[in-house]
């Protein structure tokens, strides 16, 4: 059984520069959400994405968009790099918007901005 | 607003001890609320969860929460710590209002000694 696949796992980009990170969501779930982890923090919401459309947004600029694609699989775009942009970028898939069964998390793409 | 906290940022307990993590919310309707663990650079792992019914739940490697609604507290338990239990533990919630997020405490990191 297929869990959250993210790719790729490690990434290096300088300020300003344009980045996309994808996510594999769990077989049978059709719902991702996008977090952001911070060394030595929680991870912070970012938004979700249900049925192709962005469901619910967090406190993050207009930088930061998504997509989900038919196939329920999802990317997470962030214009115009900054250095506190640099973190761990965890996906989460679930089966509905609901969240009533909990996450599964894929292992996260580490991005270090430069 | 949603919020979560984790007042310890590290707890240490010898191996066979109980171990305790504590966790208090604030939503505005009926709290879902989840443990998670995190691994060294891996993505979280769903420990358990708290929808309704019995405020007691157990989940998995042994570990159970109570829901506590009159403190809003939901302190994460195990009777008999391991030394493979060490990790850092993450605290969310989402209420019932119709928002989509699940938002995250800043995390515990659990030490056991040997």
């Known amino acids: 059984d297929a869990g959250v696949t993210q790719s790729p796992t490690h990434l290096i980009k300088t300020r300003g520069q344009q980045v996309t990170l994808r996510c594999s969501p769990k077989s049978g779930h059709d719902t991702v959400s996008w977090y952001q982890q911070a060394l030595g923090q929680g991870p912070q919401f970012i938004f979700q994405?249900?049925?192709?459309?962005?469901?619910q947004r967090g406190n993050f600029p207009d930088r930061f968009s998504g997509h989900q694609f038919p196939n329920y699989s999802s990317e997470l775009n962030v214009n115009a790099l900054l250095l506190g942009d640099s973190a761990l970028y965890l996906c989460?898939?679930?089966?509905?918007?609901?969240?009533?069964?909990?996450?599964?998390f894929g292992s996260g793409t580490r991005l270090t901005v430069v | 607003a949603q919020s979560v906290a984790q007042p310890e940022d590290q707890v240490n307990v010898a191996e066979g001890n109980p171990l305790t993590v504590k966790c208090t919310y604030s939503?505005?309707?009926?709290?879902?609320l989840f443990w998670y663990v995190q691994y060294p650079n891996r993505g979280l792992q769903f420990l358990l969860k708290y929808i309704t019914g019995d405020n007691l739940v157990k989940g998995s490697y042994g570990f159970e929460a109570e829901f506590n609604k009159s403190q809003t507290s939901f302190h994460l338990k195990k009777p008999s710590a391991l030394v493979s239990d060490s990790a850092l533990y993450f605290c969310a919630v989402r209420d019932d209002t119709g928002g989509f997020k699940t938002i995250f405490g800043a995390g515990t990191r659990l030490f056991v000694k040997a």
């Open positions: 939503v505005s309707g009926n709290p879902y």
């Open positions: 994405y249900y049925e192709e459309e962005e469901r």
């Open positions: 989460a898939s679930s089966l509905g918007t609901a969240n009533n069964y909990g996450y599964t």
